[in-house]
């Protein structure tokens, strides 16, 4: 079963708006929720991450809310650029172990 | 520092064929990891190992098996290909899992595999 929800699958954005992607879970046992950044042909890596005691995180144009009671969470990329096209994963990790739960992934296109 | 790398970057395999691919880090990981990637999937979990000679099944296991002789190497074999197998693995690793210690997996540049 697909533990973390991802939507939408796909986001087509001007340059300079907002990209807002978000994600729900199903579980209360996870106990960090990351964002990974792809670009095509590369691995995953970390963009910005929350855990659950903290209900907003900000590091520079990207900003992740959370929503514990409704378990849900977001990601904000403000003043979106076209160098932030890219697929964008969010993820849960299970308590007490390194596992990873990744939602399906979002396929952002920043227009010029 | 590399990083992860893996070992090949593509291969075409036919039905029935066996392969190795191989996953190194170079920062100490004790925790390394197997994934695969599918369109409107995500990433999804095979094999992980919390630490030399040790390997644990993750979400999608079947068909492959895993092996973690050295701590710096991390073996992902298809003893016999299919074509559901036609993906790309990442591998991964981490040094934490800490509740209150950083938490990042760093990954690879990817196995693209095609079994036809």
């Known amino acids: 079963q697909q533990q973390v929800k991802q939507s939408p699958q796909s986001l087509i954005v001007q340059k300079g708006g907002i990209s807002i992607i978000n994600c729900a879970y199903e579980?209360?046992?996870?106990?960090?929720f990351p964002w990974y950044q792809q670009f095509p042909g590369k691995g995953p890596a970390l963009l910005i991450a929350?855990?659950?005691?903290?209900s907003e995180k900000k590091e520079g144009r990207f900003t992740i809310s959370f929503n514990k009671s409704a378990k849900q969470f977001s990601l904000h990329i403000m003043d979106s650029q076209p160098g932030d096209s890219a697929t964008y994963f969010c993820?849960?990790?299970?308590?007490?172990?390194?596992?990873?739960?990744f939602g399906q992934g979002t396929t952002l296109q920043v227009k010029p | 520092n590399a990083g992860v790398t893996q070992t090949p970057k593509f291969r075409v395999l036919k039905t029935g064929q066996s392969m190795t691919l191989l996953c190194a880090q170079d920062?100490?990981?004790?925790?390394m990891y197997w994934y695969r990637q599918d369109p409107g999937m995500g990433l999804r979990l095979i094999h992980y190992?919390?630490?030399?000679?040790?390997?644990a099944k993750g979400e999608v296991p079947d068909g492959y098996n895993v092996s973690r002789l050295k701590k710096q190497n991390f073996l992902l074999g298809l003893e016999s290909a299919a074509p559901s197998q036609t993906s790309v693995y990442f591998c991964?690793?981490?040094?934490?899992?800490?509740?209150?210690?950083?938490?990042?997996?760093?990954f690879g540049p990817g196995t693209r595999l095609t079994v036809t």
């Open positions: 991964a690793s981490t040094a934490t899992v800490g509740r209150e210690g950083a938490y990042e997996q760093y």
């Open positions: 579980n209360t046992a996870f106990d960090y």
């Open positions: 929350i855990r659950p005691d903290v």
């Open positions: 993820a849960a990790k299970k308590s007490n172990t390194g596992k990873l739960i």
């Open positions: 920062m100490n990981h004790e925790y």
């Open positions: 190992s919390v630490g030399e000679g040790t390997t």
